[in-house]
């Protein structure tokens, strides 16, 4: 009875080892045929059938088929993901920069809206349309940035950029007007920050900020979040500081 037991244990152990390195691989890229699509909010979802295993992966909106091969680059696993606009729950989705279909390269360039900066960390087919810029001050309209107050016992944008080494991990509060707003990319609400303090040349004026909170262009916002520097969240999201899980405030 104790020899079975060791058996079993060890069996489950094996499978679970198989299980994390079926993950591993499928991170770094996974081909086969496409069982299943869909699109919405900009995005292609396709589940591919590699052979051994059913992955989804999602990239900018392109033309694809049931029974096209495809290949998927390396991407960012989102496990137990929730999709508003599919109304619908994947076990896990590989949020990809790229895939290719039928020798050709899908979800490139057209992916970033007319007078997106460069983005010289990252090829521009890592981002879905309207992704927050990830270096540099975002492009936005003009927004009158006059007048905003301090937090109580909170910092500038400028003041967060200065003392980003120091204030990595901390939870800070920063009061300013939303100048880009996109929701639903990688399963947060995104948006950029401005206050009036810092320039656009020194790339200190513009503070990207995650949450899971609903605003939109213009609003005044009361943010209080924690500090992470250089976060890289895998296929080219790279950030030199940002607010992530932000609780944000309109008023």
Not at 29 to 47: D, H, Q, W
Not at 93 to 116: N, W
Not at 200 to 220: F, H, Q, R, S
């Amino acid at each position: 009875m104790k020899k079975m037991k060791c058996l079993l244990l060890i069996a489950s152990l094996l499978a679970t080892l198989q299980c994390a390195n079926a993950d591993d691989a499928a991170a770094s890229g996974f081909s086969g045929k496409v069982i299943e699509t869909t699109n919405t909010a900009g995005y292609t979802y396709v589940l591919v059938d590699t052979g051994s295993q059913k992955l989804w992966a999602a990239t900018t909106e392109f033309a694809v088929k049931v029974g096209d091969a495809v290949a998927v680059a390396s991407g960012v696993p989102m496990t137990n993901y929730h999709s508003k606009s599919l109304n619908r729950d994947f076990d896990v989705v590989y949020f990809t920069g790229g895939i290719t279909l039928s020798g050709s390269s899908v979800g490139a360039a057209p992916a970033l809206p007319p007078g997106h900066p460069p983005l010289p960390t990252a090829p521009a087919q890592a981002l879905p349309p309207g992704h927050p810029a990830l270096t540099g001050p975002a492009t936005s309209a003009k927004i009158d940035l006059a007048g905003i107050k301090r937090a109580d016992g909170g910092k500038t944008v400028a003041e967060i950029f200065a003392a980003q080494t120091k204030l990595a991990g901390k939870t800070v509060s920063v009061r300013g007007k939303v100048v880009k707003y996109n929701a639903q990319i990688l399963g947060k609400n995104w948006l950029h920050l401005q206050d009036g303090s810092g320039s656009a040349e020194k790339n200190n004026n513009d503070l990207t900020v995650t949450t899971a909170a609903d605003a939109k262009l213009g609003d005044t916002v009361l943010v209080t979040g924690k500090v992470s520097t250089k976060k890289d969240f895998g296929a080219g999201y790279k950030y030199d500081v940002i607010l992530e899980d932000a609780k944000v405030t309109v008023e």
